[in-house]
């Protein structure tokens, strides 16, 4: 039994490595995450025949104990995962994240008190002579990874989810944190050292209070690098607890989610054009400079949506940059309907991606491709910003850090460096946005104050219906 | 069982192979992608049944049940929210054909 259990652990292994190959490309993605998932059923049933589990006294209590565990974690994350909107993905994904590194952390729980109870019980002097002086340390490391990534995921999702909107909690958090992390260490030290109940409860206690305090400073601009590095983490969180379990599967699943996450992170990290030690360890926009650049000259000019309806049909190219605010405003379907209209008209229309538009880069593509946006109209960054001239109208529903002119102009800006796209280049720019107020990373955006831009107040559904009308009645 | 230099090359060889299927990916399925490994590292549900089968006391029980119910939430939801972004996907291919058809 227990060569089937390894070989079917090799199996799970092989089946997420190949499948998260194929979620690398759209023809394959689908087929990639079916096969990552009969991985996991597999690793999940044949775990059920381990004699680590069937070997001892208490297996039927603790069996049922899994099973019931399994229903109702996983009953939940169903009903969850099946209701939730398209637009507050990152935020669920976050979620389901911090469980995962909270289990990881639960693991390393149950190793450390039971290696604990042996020392107690007097049969061995110390936790690594019970667990073995790796496994103790790998143990120690993952549950901190794994707590930090528990804690500071739950963050992030009430922060996105807007049940959090602070950004501040102490003076002088970056201080704090890093002498909450020195005493973190010290505490990880002695818990491997002493083995007492007391410190291996206030090492978590304290994990758990550093995740929080990491995270609750972090911008909102800068969620989906602290998401995928949440990603990283746990996965090598899992990984490090696969070791102290001896268990295969999970050290290579964990490691390689760690790995690849935590390039996936520095690969959006470089699209923002922030490093990730720049996300953790400086708020963002919280610096002289933000209150420097706070003022800008002129102001923002309204227009109705008859005219702008007429300006887009006539238009030779229109160029649609979404941003957040149109997935908050479900706008993605009038907007696909907008575009079948001036295609008809014979506008050669086109969307313009940024790479971190939305909460996470590749949200405005999930969106668009939920509406039934053809792939051949989006264009991502580099592809679109030479085409900006020769545009007669730029429409931006929802966006607005990421059409910052600021980030190419103005040093003192907070955004300064980050790559946007050129909508201030094209002849018109319409700006549809709910109010006059400052974008997710709070900095005045120039584009809205500009000669050629007009701003269309409004929701984004309803704007957009307006211009369909607008539109129609020509 | 997995112990010392062999849990070493493991651990290099799983690394390496993770930034090689991510190193070209197109950026729409970034998010995807991330949804994906969130998926995958849901492997922890194993990890946690077998800490809640070792558990011996009420407190290792209580912890590890935690463990499993946490798991077990990350293995299917990321399972869940993965499978219906890329449905969507599939949907942009049939229309995307379609229209090079025409």
Do not use: C
Not at chain 1, 146 to 166: E, M, P, Q, V, Y
Not at chain 1, 294 to 303: C, F, Y
């Amino acid at each position: 039994m227990e060569l089937i259990i390894q070989i079917s652990y090799l199996l799970a292994a092989v089946l997420f490595i190949l499948g998260l190959k194929q979620m690398s490309s759209p023809v394959t993605a689908r087929r990639g995450i079916h096969w990552a998932g009969a991985g996991m059923v597999v690793a999940t049933l044949v775990t059920f025949a381990a004699e680590e589990i069937t070997g001892n006294e208490q297996a039927a209590t603790n069996v049922m104990l899994i099973i019931i565990a399994i229903g109702l974690g996983g009953g939940y994350a169903w009903y969850t995962g099946k209701r939730v909107a398209m637009t507050d993905m990152p935020q669920m994904i976050a979620m389901y994240n911090g469980m995962g590194g909270g289990a990881a952390a639960a693991i390393a729980a149950v190793e450390l008190l039971k290696a604990q109870a042996a020392v107690q019980a007097g049969s061995h002097s110390s936790i690594p002579d019970y667990l073995g002086a790796d496994v103790t340390v790998l143990a120690i490391l993952g549950a901190i990874i794994g707590t930090i990534a528990f804690s500071g995921s739950i963050i992030a999702w009430a922060k996105l989810d807007g049940r959090l909107n602070t950004s501040k909690l102490l003076p002088q958090q970056q201080l704090i944190n890093l002498i909450l992390a020195v005493v973190l260490v010290v505490l990880a030290v002695n818990v491997y050292l002493s083995g007492s109940l007391n410190l291996i409860i206030a090492f978590f206690a304290l994990a758990l209070v550093l995740g929080v305090f990491i995270t609750v400073p972090v911008g909102g601009a800068d969620m989906p690098v602290i998401i995928s590095l949440f990603n990283a983490l746990t996965g090598l969180a899992v990984g490090f607890e696969g070791y102290v379990l001896g268990n295969a599967a999970m050290i290579i699943a964990g490691t390689v989610v760690g790995s690849a996450g935590t390039l996936l992170t520095h690969l959006m990290a470089k699209a923002m054009n922030r490093s990730v030690a720049n996300v953790f360890f400086s708020g963002f926009g919280t610096g002289p400079a933000a209150a420097a650049s706070a003022d800008v000259d002129g102001t923002q000019k309204e227009v109705q949506a008859q005219d702008a309806g007429i300006m887009m049909a006539y238009a030779t190219q229109v160029i649609v940059i979404p941003g957040y605010g149109m997935a908050v405003a479900q706008a993605q379907h009038k907007i696909w309907e907008l575009t079948q209209l001036l295609t008809e008209k014979g506008v050669k229309v086109k969307f313009a991606i940024h790479p971190v538009a939305g909460r996470m880069p590749g949200h405005m593509n999930v969106l668009l491709a939920e509406a039934g946006v053809p792939y051949d109209m989006i264009y991502d960054m580099e592809d679109i910003n030479a085409d900006f001239p020769n545009t007669t109208v730029t429409l931006v529903i929802g966006a607005n850090d990421v059409v910052n002119p600021a980030a190419k102009k103005d040093p003192s800006s907070p955004l300064y460096g980050m790559p946007t796209l050129n909508a201030e280049a094209s002849q018109n720019v319409i700006v549809i946005k709910r109010g006059r107020g400052t974008g997710f990373s709070g900095v005045e955006n120039p584009l809205f104050v500009a000669d050629n831009t007009r701003m269309l107040f409004g929701d984004g559904q309803k704007v957009a219906n307006e211009l369909i009308q607008a539109v129609k009645e020509l | 069982m997995i112990e010392g230099l062999a849990a070493v090359y493991i651990f290099l060889l799983a690394g390496f192979t993770g930034f090689e299927i991510i190193s070209r990916v197109p950026v729409i399925l970034h998010t995807p992608l991330m949804s994906g490994s969130n998926f995958v590292h849901g492997i922890v549900l194993v990890g946690a049944m077998i800490a809640l089968g070792i558990a011996e006391t009420t407190s290792q029980q209580v912890i590890g049940f935690i463990a499993v119910l946490l798991a077990a939430g990350n293995a299917v939801g990321g399972y869940v929210v993965t499978e219906r972004m890329l449905e969507m996907f599939k949907t942009t291919g049939k229309t995307d054909n379609k229209g090079a058809h025409k």
